[in-house]
């Protein structure tokens, strides 16, 4: 698989009353085509710093990123470079401009020049992909939070952006919110879309090709949901929380009951104690 | 003697136009000082909308709610008073932060009580230490802060009127888990510094297993449970058919019960998971 992006020893600095920070610090990561990434880190970690500037909204201070074979330093195809990286952020509310739908979706593609019978096929395909199409002719503030930010998806996708990246799409979603994005980034990345997702709930991170783990500007650990989720004490020690039922068998093991910790739904949690009880 | 009584309380939004929606309707319940009392239900359920009843922001459409047996829609033009008594934190409290400093805002509410000088500063400082905001804080905007910082601020701005009731909607939406266990610890510090009473609105219910003592369950603006915590957790399938859950950790338990493996049905906390388990082998060893 080839690399959408390339993230080469990236560091990111910024000045604040007259003091110098550093959000990123020489980090490096290759995102591949069609995977399935998530970068978990708490506020501050430099996660968000790093989601902007793989789609050139930030310019690394020093080292590069490299997507689909251009620099986003590069000011020419600046443009380029935000077409094929889409960004949703936190904030639904934020990001939608019109007051049909429809035409919120097809805000970018009418951006892009496209011929009107073109925009018509994106957004119906967009709104689809996201699951809204009976939607389109709705007023996006009578939808839920949920319903919002999928609108806010669609926006993004009806550009046919190669790589979507999300900042915290769910830290402003209720329970069902919640669940309705992550089904719509696994069904969209099912279909061949490359996804960052930006978190801080590691139950997000379960079906993820690869999670790494963000504190003070750098990369902490690297692996897959399972080798992250076991790591129990350094999840907590940056500030994360592992999900309930990474827990339970956490708190089982501190207290001499021995069951494996590499297990996250909570079917595969029920059978790891089913055979703790039945051994003899 | 309840500290807290909603009696047969209704909202309509929009009445008389084609907008009409009942936002909350024939809601009755009682607290007690010093209990913690969760609200869950999903968006639009009216959870807010109720809670913003409970210091008179919203006057209802029908019914009464008495503080301390009082109604407090007795005397209309003294219905700030009620403010002192029940503090409402609202979603995203830190976008309500308006002050030049950090003390002039958690001063407000305090003064407008008509605190003045020492008093007044000792308050602020009280306040301050309770939930963690350190003095060198005081003096600076409060649009300096971090997220989880200008939080903390919001809501001790509330505390500092020492209100004896406390509302929270959704206080840790938004944050990371640091932060929220952070506003997590303070809710609980200031219940016990100060006996208070606790409302809070949450969509955790791994959180509400762990700290409330009585859950209200709201659907389509109506309560159609109340009941102490576990009696609440031990009903999966009727909160599954309002789109609500039981802890991530009950939800294991009951996948035990299908493999017909005998475990309790009282298991909503991690803690009490554990020693579920401890005590089922130790009785295998026993038997």
Not at chain 1, 238 to 249: F, H, I, K, R, S
Not at chain 2, 31 to 52: A, D, N, P, Y
Request: negative net charge; hydrophobic residues 40%.
């Amino acid at each position: 698989m080839s690399n959408i992006i390339e993230i080469k020893n990236v560091t990111y600095n910024y000045i604040e009353d007259e003091v110098e920070y550093t959000a990123v610090d020489n980090v490096s990561l290759d995102i591949k085509r069609g995977s399935f990434t998530v970068i978990l880190g708490h506020n501050g970690s430099g996660k968000s710093t790093l989601a902007k500037m793989m789609n050139g909204l930030n310019k690394p201070t020093a080292g590069d990123i490299v997507v689909d074979g251009i620099n986003t330093k590069d000011e020419e195809t600046e443009l380029l470079v935000k077409r094929k990286v889409g960004m949703v952020f936190q904030n639904p509310d934020n990001q939608l401009v019109a007051s049909i739908v429809e035409e919120d979706v097809a805000f970018g593609p009418e951006n892009l020049g496209l011929e009107p019978q073109l925009i018509r096929k994106r957004v119906d395909e967009a709104l689809e992909s996201v699951g809204m199409a009976e939607f389109k002719d709705s007023t996006p503030h009578h939808l839920s939070g949920g319903q919002k930010q999928r609108i806010a998806i669609a926006g993004m996708i009806a550009m046919r952006p190669e790589c979507l990246i999300l900042d915290e799409p769910t830290a402003m979603l209720d329970p069902k919110g919640r669940a309705e994005i992550i089904t719509t980034i696994e069904h969209l990345n099912k279909q061949g879309m490359t996804v960052v997702l930006i978190t801080h709930y590691m139950e997000e991170a379960q079906n993820a090709d690869r999670v790494l783990v963000m504190n003070d500007g750098k990369f902490i650990a690297d692996g897959t949901p399972k080798e992250i989720f076991k790591n129990v004490s350094m999840l907590k020690s940056v500030g994360l929380d592992v999900p309930q039922t990474t827990e339970l068998l956490y708190e089982l093991n501190q207290n001499g009951i021995s069951v494996p910790t590499d297990v996250l739904s909570i079917e595969e949690t029920a059978n790891a104690i089913a055979a703790f009880l039945e051994e003899k | 003697m309840s500290v807290l009584k909603v009696q047969n309380l209704s909202h309509t939004y929009g009445g008389n136009t084609p907008f009409y929606s009942d936002a909350v309707s024939n809601v009755s319940f009682t607290v007690e000082q010093g209990e913690m009392i969760g609200i869950i239900g999903h968006t639009g359920s009216g959870k807010s909308t109720l809670v913003q009843h409970l210091n008179g922001i919203l006057k209802p459409t029908e019914g009464e709610i008495f503080i301390d047996e009082e109604n407090i829609w007795e005397r209309p033009k003294e219905i700030r008073k009620i403010r002192s008594k029940v503090g409402l934190v609202f979603q995203y409290p830190e976008y309500q932060l308006f002050e030049e400093t950090v003390f002039a805002d958690i001063a407000f509410g305090p003064k407008n009580m008509g605190l003045m000088g020492d008093e007044l500063k000792k308050r602020v400082l009280d306040t301050c230490r309770l939930i963690g905001v350190k003095d060198e804080y005081l003096e600076k905007s409060p649009f300096d802060l971090s997220g989880g910082e200008k939080r903390r601020v919001a809501i001790a701005g509330v505390m500092a009127m020492r209100p004896k009731i406390i509302v929270f909607d959704e206080p840790t939406a938004g944050l990371d888990p640091k932060g929220r266990q952070d506003i997590i610890k303070i809710i609980n510090d200031y219940r016990t510094a100060y006996n208070a009473t606790v409302i809070i609105i949450s969509h955790s219910m791994e959180d509400m297993a762990v700290m409330a003592d009585k859950l209200i369950v709201m659907s389509k603006g109506e309560v159609v449970m109340l009941d102490k915590t576990e009696k609440v957790f031990a009903q999966g399938d009727r909160l599954r058919s309002i789109g609500l859950n039981v802890p991530i950790v009950t939800r294991v338990f009951d996948a035990l019960r299908q493999k017909g493996i005998s475990v309790p049905d009282d298991v909503f906390t991690v803690e009490r998971a554990v020693e579920a388990l401890k005590q089922i082998k130790a009785g295998d060893r026993n038997a």
